[in-house]
């Protein structure tokens, strides 16, 4: 059963996809709205599995090839672990990553924008960030279980 995304959602989709000289397909609308569904970042194989219940006829070389639109077009991030497989994150607020490594659960990290901005500070001179990518790797505590 195919999920249509929600018309905030498929407008943004639309409007950055045409900015890149593309069209929608069902295929991005799914692989999208499996990532807007659960926020947990996932890998392009746990969305596959994921786009599968929803739209059997989907195959991984899709799913992998609807990322790559998606990130490209800013959509989404690419987020990369060490030698782990990419996971992806719809969050496009600036904001940090948690890795709990006994789970390799990935959660995000809300930032105080004076904190990014002093960051962006400790630069050398005639250095400007575009963005900032910070990662934090540990244990989750129990009440994030």
Do not use: W
Request: glycine share 4%; charged share 30%; net charge negative.
């Amino acid at each position: 059963m195919i999920r249509n995304l929600p018309s905030e959602a498929k407008e943004l989709l639309d409007k950055a996809l045409v900015a890149h000289g593309l069209r929608s397909t069902k295929q991005r609308e799914h692989v999208f709205l499996v990532l807007l569904q659960k926020r947990d970042h996932p890998t392009a194989d746990e969305i596959y599995a994921r786009s599968k219940a929803g739209m059997d006829t989907i195959s991984l070389a899709t799913v992998y090839n609807c990322l790559e639109t998606l990130v490209s077009c800013g959509l989404v991030k690419a987020v990369n672990y060490e030698r782990e497989p990419t996971r992806y994150c719809p969050n496009l607020h600036e904001h940090a990553h948690f890795q709990d490594r006994s789970t390799g659960r990935v959660y995000d990290v809300d930032l105080p924008p004076e904190l990014m901005a002093k960051l962006k500070e400790v630069l050398p001179n005639g250095f400007e960030a575009d963005s900032i990518e910070l990662y934090f790797h540990g244990r989750a505590g129990r009440e994030s279980a």
